[in-house]
């Protein structure tokens, strides 16, 4: 496939990943359930075709970590216990290939800001946790491991660029939700909603953040090979 031909199939897969999400959404707002089990499996998979589409050599552990992520969709469409954890775990797997990727690609190289983040995040994890706590009944170490998995997403995705970065927050913002939630404490209006729309930006800014850190860091690689080429090197 043309690199023309590539871009286009990516700009194409992200355009049907805008129009699922809205559709997603939408449903939400108007309650049509059917729409909503239609069009939730079919987010992830497109964001991971996109990834692919948009770069030969895109993180090898990107495309796992979204279509681990739609597993946890799907499993948790089900509604009951034995399918919320299995979607916990398919989604506990995506968080260590987001970890993994973030981590090989440099993430933790500034150590100062690194442990800065990291004690930000760490401080925010145990206000939760702690608030939750209470109302988790025989979940509590399951979430709270969880969770401590979910916050080093987001300490290593702020390490990779702010696209990333905000992309992890995201993502712990919308788990969040979900926990109280479980947790059995008075809804937002719109909960679901919000659940819902913070993930799908979140898991795009992760997705585009390592895109855009994969490319911008191959660039110099290929200004170097450049006179080597020339040269007949």
């Known amino acids: ?3 023309t031909r590539r871009l ?57 970590a979204l279509l681990l992520s739609a597993g946890g969709d799907v499993a948790l469409q089900f509604g009951h216990d034995t399918a919320f954890l299995a979607g916990m775990g398919s989604f506990a797997a995506a968080h260590v290939c987001y970890v993994t990727m973030f981590v090989k690609r440099g993430a933790l190289s500034d150590r100062k800001r690194s442990a800065l983040v990291a004690a930000a995040y760490a401080a925010a994890w145990a206000v939760m946790i702690t608030q939750l706590w209470p109302g988790l009944g025989d979940l509590k170490l399951p979430v709270a491991l969880y969770s401590l998995l979910l916050a080093s997403t987001a300490v290593t995705s702020a390490g990779i660029n702010w696209r990333a970065g905000l992309g992890g927050g995201l993502f712990l913002l919308s788990d969040t939700l979900i926990a109280t939630q479980l947790a059995k404490w008075k809804e937002l209006p719109g909960h679901e909603f919000w659940i819902m729309a913070t993930y799908v930006v ?15 860091t191959a660039e110099p690689h290929a200004k170097l090979s450049a006179p080597a080429v020339a040269t007949g090197r």
């Not at 992200?14 to 707002?29: D, F, K, N, R, T």
């Not at 979140?202 to 911008?216: P, R, S």
């Open 8 to 64: 286009r199939a990516a700009r194409g897969l992200l355009s049907g990943y805008a129009a699922a999400s809205a559709a997603h959404l939408g449903a939400i707002v108007t309650g049509a359930g059917l729409l909503q089990n239609a069009t939730k499996p079919a987010l992830m998979p497109l964001l991971a075709a996109h990834s692919l589409a948009t770069a030969e050599d895109a993180p090898k552990l990107l495309a796992p």
């Open 1 to 3: 496939m043309t690199i």
């Open 202 to 216: 979140a898991q795009y800014l992760l997705a585009t953040g390592a895109l855009k850190h994969q490319a911008e």
